[in-house]
């Protein structure tokens, strides 16, 4: 999924009177649509890749994965693995 698409998303939802009356909600479904956006992995000071959202460890530095993951698996930040 895309910005593109979860911006779409939410303007149908809007449109179509789903959306929550209390902001709270809404800013909550907009978290988790965001983080159906893949986001590349951070580097922190170690050299693990980390989870751009929340910043938790989803590869340790030297650790050859034979998958990726393709979520984090703390807070489900879709991760986008370019290299
Ligand atoms: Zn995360």
Redesign the pocket.
């Known amino acids: 999924m895309d910005t593109q698409k979860v911006k779409g998303a939410l303007d149908w939802l809007s449109k179509n009177g789903y959306m929550p009356e209390d902001w709270e909600t809404v800013e909550y479904i907009t978290e988790v649509l965001e983080k159906q956006i893949p986001k590349e992995p951070v580097e922190d000071e170690y050299g693990h890749k980390c989870?751009p959202?929340?910043?938790?460890v989803?590869l340790l530095n030297g650790v050859q994965e034979e998958r990726f993951t393709p979520h984090?698996e703390?807070?489900?930040?879709a991760i986008e693995w370019s290299d």
């Not at 703390?74 to 930040?77: M, R």
């Open positions: 989870c959202a929340c910043g938790w989803i984090c703390n807070c489900g930040q």
